[in-house]
């Protein structure tokens, strides 16, 4: 199946996060995909409200492409976050619950061939990442890539995850 966009657009694909403390995932949905289909649960739009499953159209800025790494034993399906300007379309999950200060080490795999990825990994407080470490490439294969930070929480705080594609002007043709 081939997607034909026009400008605004970055690709940028997601396959597979883990957000550990003490060797315990802390993402509910760590590979957007569920018995070999498209699964977006835990996973929300930077525009408010979870994450539509579509794996055709782009809302607000994010969809579900079949994209995976090659000899990937993880699945087939990768979230593609585009970027634009003034905004960047972007997905984020969190953990809460979590109380203390803690080492953080937050695993994925991502795929910036075509431009910039942005991901972000901090706590949340009052609906803001607060002081997040981070990691941006771009023009990178699948890659796997490792994020290390200490975090200290207090309730109501949670431990956030945002991907974001940045800013660009260009055009993809026939990603599939």
Known sequence: MYYQHIKH????LFFFLTL?????NLIPNTGFEQNGQPYCAD????????????????ACGSNIILNNPPDSLLGNWSLHVRGSFPTSGG?????SGINGTYVY???FLMNTEVFIGEIYMGAVKNRHLIEPNFLT???QPWTEYTLLDTITTTAP???GVLLTAGIGDFCICDVY
């Open 9 to 12: 657009i970055l690709s940028l």
């Open 20 to 24: 550990n403390v003490s060797s315990q």
């Open 43 to 58: 996973w929300y739009s930077v525009c408010g409200g979870l994450i539509d499953c579509d794996t055709i159209h782009a």
């Open 91 to 95: 997905a984020y999950s969190y953990a």
């Open 105 to 107: 080490q937050l695993k």
């Open 137 to 139: 490439d771009y023009g």
């Open 157 to 159: 705080d949670s431990i």
